[in-house]
Nanobody, 115 residues
Framework: VQLVESGGGLVQPGGSLRLACVAS????????MRWYRQAPGKERELVAT????????DSSDSMKGRFTASRDNAKNTVYLQMNTLKPEDTAVYYC?????????WGKGTLVTVSS
């Protein structure tokens, strides 16, 4: 059982990135999926949610209009589309799967927004 994030990297301010989180060993449709991030010296914060089973999405207020989460059930993968990136978006981005029984975290992918 694991979650593996990918797609992070160095991007200039105003740029875009698309993160992916691939699940193995379980089916994401049975879990609520969330993206979190943790910047250096700061606490982990919620970025976006992809609910189960309907797949409805929501982003934290500070990221509405810029970040969008989605899921591809056939690929057992969730995505985070990040647009108009700012230096303060620099962080390690994590994927989490949770239902009433279990919780899984990925190891994260680093996003650096800098010119």
């Amino acid at each position: 059982v694991q979650l593996v994030e990918s797609g992070g990297g160095l991007v200039q301010p105003g740029g875009s990135l698309r993160l992916a989180c691939v699940a193995s060993g379980f089916t994401i449709t049975s879990y609520g999926m969330r993206w979190y991030r943790q910047a250096p010296g700061k606490e982990r914060e919620l970025v976006a949610t992809v609910s189960s089973p309907g797949g409805s999405t929501d982003s934290s207020d500070s990221m509405k209009g810029r970040f969008t989460a989605s899921r591809d059930n056939a690929k057992n993968t969730v995505y985070l589309q990040m647009n108009t990136l700012k230096p303060e978006d620099t962080a390690v981005y994590y994927c989490r799967a949770k239902n009433w029984l279990k919780e899984y975290w990925g190891k994260g992918t680093l996003v650096t927004v800098s010119s």
